[in-house]
Nanobody, 125 residues
């Protein structure tokens, strides 16, 4: 229902920063939970962060304190500010949108029905 396009990926040195953007084309963007997932070669898609429609944020332990998710509903855009990047952060990063459910779940791929194409983040040592 919502179309998502990520941008901002690239190559960065360890300790550096990068900001990912996800532009949404959806009539009801403000009513969606928005999440970021990442997937490295040979690994499962991994939860990174979610910002719910209410503004509540949630982070994987591996990125807590380093990454910040935010949204600008007026611009239909969600951001992932990544600081203190580590080589293990290297992955394809995917933006996702999901309708809130009664359970309130926010960290599973099944919680999100729409996905972007992904943007590659590579962190060099």
């Amino acid at each position: 229902q919502v179309q998502l396009v990520e941008s901002g990926g690239g190559l960065v040195q360890a300790g550096g920063s990068l900001r990912l953007s996800c532009a949404a084309s959806g009539r009801t963007f403000g009513s969606y939970n928005m999440g970021w997932f990442r997937q490295a070669p040979g690994k499962e898609r991994e939860f990174v962060a979610t910002i719910k429609w209410s503004g509540s944020t949630y982070y994987a332990d591996s990125v807590k304190g380093r990454f910040t998710i935010s949204r600008d509903n007026a611009k239909n855009t969600v951001y992932l500010q990544m600081n203190s990047l580590k080589p293990e952060d290297t992955a394809a990063y995917y933006c996702a949108a999901g309708r809130p459910s009664a359970s309130g779940s926010y960290s599973l791929p099944a919680d999100f029905g729409s996905w972007g194409q992904g943007t590659q983040v590579t962190v060099s040592s």
